[in-house]
């Protein structure tokens, strides 16, 4: 497989989590260059990660794993944007910061490079070069994360106070998204 075709397939896979960076840097107070790094590094490890486990489960395991990795993403991400949604709508006299948080960025990693953990099963059976391949989605992910992340910083300026709101609603949207890709299209 070519270098080219890796970084289109690298490319689509870091999507889901250039989306989520965007709401991360929309509603997280402070959010600068260290948190958009930070989160480069959550969403980049998780795509690099992924794909390597999924080329070591191999293609035995692939049904099981299609069967249900749509559900998990679509519930961690709902849960997530849920949250958010809910605390857009309570009232604070005093304005809170919202910091990233690793537990945040570590369920938001996962649910994004999901689809990764099945390309790397597909490599598996292509007899694709593992290392390079997962270096190549990792390291575009981390810069589509920071790219996001910084993206979002200045939407949240123009949006400031529906940021959380709107940010809720692009995680359930990418939640929606996976869960609809895989039930009815089988993707």
């Known amino acids: 497989m ?5 970084a289109m397939i690298a490319l689509g ?13 929309v509603c997280a107070k402070p959010f600068g260059f260290k948190e958009s790094l930070l989160q480069g590094f959550y969403f980049g490890g998780f795509q690099f990660l992924m794909p390597v486990i999924g080329w070591f489960l191999g293609s035995c395991v692939k049904s ?9 993403a679509f519930i961690l991400l709902a849960c997530i944007g ?5 605390e857009s709508f309570e009232k604070s006299e005093v304005p809170q910061e919202r910091r990233l948080k690793a ?3 570590f369920l938001q990693a996962v649910a994004t490079s999901i689809d990764a953990l099945a390309v790397g099963i597909g490599f598996a059976v292509l007899y694709v070069d593992i290392l390079q391949a997962a ?6 992910s981390f810069v589509m ?10 939407l949240g300026n123009f949006l400031q106070t529906k940021a959380e709101f709107v940010g809720g609603l692009v995680l359930i949207g990418i ?8 039930l009815f299209f089988g993707k």
Do not use: Q
């Open 82 to 86: 849920g949250n958010m949604l809910k």
């Open 103 to 105: 537990n945040i960025l």
């Open 2 to 6: 070519t270098f080219c075709v890796i």
């Open 145 to 154: 994360a920071c790219l996001g992340g910084m993206l979002g910083k200045y």
């Open 135 to 140: 270096t190549i989605i990792g390291v575009i």
């Open 175 to 182: 939640g929606l998204k996976i869960w609809i890709e895989h």
């Open 64 to 72: 099981y794993i299609a069967a249900f990795d749509h559900w998990i």
């Open 13 to 25: 896979l870091s999507m889901d989590a250039f989306a989520v960076a965007i709401s991360n840097g």
